[in-house]
């Protein structure tokens, strides 16, 4: 069955700081992986995605993520933590069909100490 | 140009009343998703509509839950005889075609069923 592991819940990191925000998938075919962020109240923004070719991709806000298959993993990367990161991430894996059938993570809450 | 419009953001019901979540898409959108999330989960497909179609609704509860998106107006997810374990948020997503990988999100609507 697809699926989407995101193993850290809660995360806290000092301003300034790396971050790296872990994910793997379980996907039967090359998968179509996804990081998104939601603020408190708002819906997600899609901050980056990898469908193929080279397997670092870059983001907006300075993010990154890197996309291993042998580890099956998709973790995000920042190498300076920003207050205003703080927020909920969440990973997700394109379904087959064709279209924006995504399964999600159960998300990662980031917090940032000044 | 507005981005995903959901209403209300929040809803309030009784057991055994209706509840009506809107979306209205970003502009020249024709492609509507709607995802629930469930307390500390993440988002879990619902189901994907076109104007005036259902493309795939597997993720929908066999019973109670329905979705449109007409001609004309937002598209509308209606819960008959809510329950407790309806309460959740409800996100709705649009994209110009299905082909687009981008979705771009609403900041949903918080269902609580007293």
């Not at chain 1, 850290?8 to 700081?17: F, P």
């Not at chain 1, 991430?89 to 069909?97: D, E």
């Not at chain 2, 959901?6 to 055994?16: D, F, I, K, S």
């Not at chain 2, 709607?34 to 019973?63: A, C, H, T």
Request: glycine share 10%; charged share 20%; aromatic share 12%.
């Amino acid at each position: 069955a697809q699926s989407v592991t995101q193993p850290d819940i809660h995360i806290t990191v000092s301003e300034g700081a790396s971050l790296e925000l872990r994910c793997n998938y379980s996907y039967g075919a090359t998968p179509y992986l996804f990081w998104y962020v939601q603020s408190p109240g708002q819906g997600l923004q899609l901050l980056l995605k990898y469908f193929s070719g080279d397997t670092l991709v870059q983001g907006i806000k300075g993010f990154e993520a890197e996309f291993k298959r042998s580890q099956s993993s998709f973790n995000l990367r920042k190498p300076s933590v920003h207050w205003s990161d703080a927020a909920e991430y969440f990973c997700a894996v394109g379904a087959s069909g064709g279209y924006n059938k995504l399964i999600f993570g159960a998300g990662t809450r980031l917090a940032v100490h000044p | 140009n507005a981005g995903v419009m959901q209403n209300p953001r929040h809803l309030v019901r009784r057991r055994g009343q209706e509840a009506r979540l809107r979306c209205s898409p970003m502009k020249g959108h024709s492609h509507v998703y709607w995802y629930r999330q469930l307390p500390e989960e993440g988002l879990k497909f619902m189901v994907y509509l076109q104007k005036e179609n259902i493309i795939d609704e597997s993720g929908m509860p066999k019973e109670r839950f329905s979705a449109e998106f007409p001609k004309e107006g937002p598209s509308i997810l209606r819960i008959q005889q809510v329950v407790r374990g309806d309460s959740a948020a409800y996100f709705c997503a649009s994209s110009p075609w299905d082909e687009d990988e981008k979705l771009f999100f609403g900041s949903g609507t918080q269902l609580s069923v007293l």
